[in-house]
Nanobody, 123 residues
Framework: QVQLVESGGGLVQAGGSLRLSCAASGSTVSINAMGWYRQAPGKQRELVAAISSGGSTNYADSVKGRFTISRDNAKNTVYLQMNSLKPEDTAVYYC?????????????????WGKGTLVTVSS
């Protein structure tokens, strides 16, 4: 089992920045990648960004150029730096652990989830 704990959400004005953190513990040797998903009210959960242990990354088109995912392998921690935030970024953000395929450059999220952290962007 892998446990994930997020932190860093909050309320910010449009154009502002926030940084989310997610610390993984437990059977972390079983995973080679981590990602961030978000779910806005009335919408499906969507992948925002993912990063492999080797540093390969994926981003949703809606956040490219504004969000940056990074990780500290020694600390089993992944970060999501969110800049130029927009009201449509408002959502609960969930940390996820899974597998990144270098072959097809796709992140496969497994059923390991944090409890989520709320990000609210006011206009």
């Amino acid at each position: 089992q892998v446990q994930l704990v997020e932190s860093g959400g909050g309320l910010v004005q449009a154009g502002g920045s926030l940084r989310l953190s997610c610390a993984a513990s437990g059977s972390t040797v079983s995973i080679n990648a981590m990602g961030w998903y978000r779910q806005a009210p009335g919408k499906q959960r969507e992948l925002v960004a993912a990063i492999s242990s080797g540093g390969s990354t994926n981003y949703a088109d809606s956040v490219k150029g504004r969000f940056t995912i990074s990780r500290d392998n020694a600390k089993n921690t992944v970060y999501l730096q969110m800049n130029s935030l927009k009201p449509e970024d408002t959502a609960v953000y969930y940390c996820n652990a899974g597998h990144y395929s270098d072959y097809d450059e796709v992140y496969y999220g497994w059923d390991y989830w944090g409890k989520g952290t709320l990000v609210t962007v006011s206009s």
